[in-house]
């Protein structure tokens, strides 16, 4: 669903997004059929930490069985600069790491303003190769926690598949169990909300960098 218009996320475009994802219709908007509804979101966007407009939507997904992924925000490197609606206690928000495993400096960092621990795990967002708008076979690299988020709904996707009947609090359990906590200090401070960002879960890393295969052979 295009969220984004050119440039920008106007309410009207992520609203009728997240009401499209909750229950997809037809390319002219008719023939809604909510069994097409997907089991997990990627949001690669957002805005200032502590603000709710979203979160009457998130809500639906979580009720509908929709699993919604967050970015964290790109205003680091200080200590709460955790973005809406990554901030919400009932999404996965997920900061950046770069190649040697630590907090990207442009990652944002918790406490979160609706919950203390956010992000809750970080995933690859520095000079990810990704697909590209210019043209329907373009690549580039580029770099956000909005290239984080998606590791993680694939992540979620690949838990999914082999645990078919898997709810949130299941899948985000496998997730944040099977972390890899050996990361590097973070640019800027290295301790926020009372935590150093090698206490495990913190403020900067969460419950750590997400591994897949550990994720999807997790075993409650």
């Known amino acids: 669903a295009k969220g984004c218009e050119s440039g920008s996320c106007s309410y009207g475009a992520l609203i009728a997004s997240a009401q499209f994802m909750a229950c997809p219709t037809d390319r002219w908007g008719n023939n809604p059929d909510c069994s097409k509804a997907?089991?997990?979101?990627?949001?690669?966007?957002?805005?200032?930490?502590?603000?709710?407009?979203?979160?009457s939507y998130v809500r639906a997904w979580v009720a509908a069985g929709i699993i919604p992924v967050f970015s964290a925000g790109n205003s680091g490197s200080s200590c709460s600069t955790m973005g809406s609606p990554g901030d919400y206690p009932n999404v996965i928000g997920v900061g950046a790491t770069d190649i040697n495993n630590v907090l990207a400096y442009f990652s944002s960092k918790g406490p979160g303003q609706f919950v203390g621990l956010k992000p809750n795990v970080v995933a690859p967002g520095d000079n990810v190769r990704s697909a590209y708008n210019s043209s329907d076979t373009s690549y580039t690299n580029m770099s956000g926690t909005s290239m984080a988020a998606p590791h993680t709904v694939g992540t979620v996707a690949l838990y999914l598949s082999a645990h078919p009947n898997a709810n949130l609090a299941q899948v985000y359990r496998a997730i944040k169990n099977t972390t890899q906590t050996n990361l590097g200090a973070p640019p800027g401070p290295d301790a926020c909300g009372g935590r150093n960002y090698n206490q495990f879960p913190?403020?900067?890393?969460?419950?750590?960098?997400?591994?897949?295969?550990?994720?999807?052979?997790?075993t409650p």
């Open 202 to 218: 913190n403020p900067i890393y969460g419950f750590g960098l997400i591994d897949a295969y550990a994720a999807v052979n997790y």
């Open 38 to 55: 997907p089991d997990v979101v990627n949001n690669s966007w957002g805005g200032s930490g502590g603000d709710p407009w979203y979160a």
